[in-house]
């Protein structure tokens, strides 16, 4: 565990004493703001309309916008899972592609560091900064709770905001370990990038895209998708099955993680 | 006992043989010169007596473990200086030295005296604070010199160690080399000849992954009926020239 902690630690080093850190939290941060922002004026003029003519008269979809939590934050944590998936991709693509491609792989290989060390300190280190980004949304609750209000008087609903943010860094995570496998595959960091968002991306909308297949193939779709399990969570749904999925898939990355590392020694 | 025992190794790549039939042994306290043509597989058996590579057939034992069946021990005895020196370039020398000192398993309260200890041995104790992008050629193989030192291991691979330094940086690494003889087992690898002469007593050459020789110089010299006088690289040429 000792020597896994050591690589976490170098990975986290790298990262932020390049600028590839800092790119992903300015584009995370510029990105979901402009969101927020669209998000908090459209709430605004839903509840201006609700003053004018009632709840009752306005379209069943606006129900969203009785509150803070489901009408702003709960979509803010849809919109950052979306941006997740493009920026995982470009945090995970150095991990072993850019060990193998300055041949320092070589160094860790025949220091005395057992391959699920190698795998697991690569994949804390690669998880801290994800979850550095994801951190930073947390400002936009914060910041509705310090000048929102609501008729309950707090202005969220913390419990579902803290579960719809523990979705997200799991979702972050999940992303992290597929593009961490896929970076173990190759020596080109853009190819790995390129490849984990071609997975990354189907596997998302594999809900949306099997709506017009036949059962029991939709259900399974449905099941296997990353945007339904991560909907659930989002909406501050504690769900176990979410869970098991995704710590599931973070698993099954990091064991194939490992065995592409270990097969260096069958080469 | 051998402190490294190679027995009938080879290393195939589908159909080119890299490495054939290799069998030697380097008594502890050695330092093996191990001379080639480029191309002629030193780095390849060097890869795999680290336990980087695996080889096709044949065995390497380290200080009696099996590089294959027991990897973690021979490589807690092994420092390894690849042909390129494993280097972050993002990272300063002290960083870069720390982790590898902390994978190689140097305890926390014996760190600093061992990073001072490499750093003084390579001449790198003044860029100590420097990023390793800013360093020059020289000074990133002292670094990657100084990596392989950490922990003190008793068994040293090193794949041209001199590679890139001037002359005067040349002899303090061959000084350093020549000071680890009796306490460490040495394969050194390297195209500067004099060096060698210098370094090693024994040499063993390899020429299209074959051995063609494994001897002391001045036996090699009187093998191929030359006198004393004969320069390791009339006799390397002569091997290789093939």
Redesign the interface.
Known sequence: MRNALAIARKELGIYFSTPWAYVVFTAMLGISSFFFVNLLATFKEVQGLARVYGWARLPPEYGLFKNLTDGIVVQLWDVIGVITLFVAPFLSMRLFAEEKRNRTFELLMTAPVRPWEIVLGKYLGGVGVIWATLGLTIIFPITLSLFGSSESGTALEWSTVTLGFAGLLLWGATCLGVGMFVSSLTESQMLAAFLTFAILLPWMLLRGLAQSADEPWRSIANHLSFSSQLSTLSRGVLDLKALVFFLSVILFSLLLTHRTVEAQRWA | MAMIEVTGLSKRYRDRIAVEDLTFGVPEGEILGFLGPNGAGKSTTM?IL?????ASSGTVKVAGFDV?EE??EV??R?G?L?E?P??????TVR?YLK??A????VRRGQMAAELERVAHATGVADVLERLIQNLSKGYRQRVGVA?ALLGNPPVLILDEPTEGLDPSQRAEVRQLIKGLAGQHTVILSTHILSEVTMTCERVLILNQGRMVAFDEIRNLAHALGQGDQTSLEDIFLKLTAA
Do not use: D
């Open positions: 890869r680290a336990g980087y590579l695996p294959f990897p973690y490589k807690r092994i390894y690849p390129t494993p280097l972050y370039p993002e990272m960083g982790f590898v902390s994978i190689k398993g990596q």
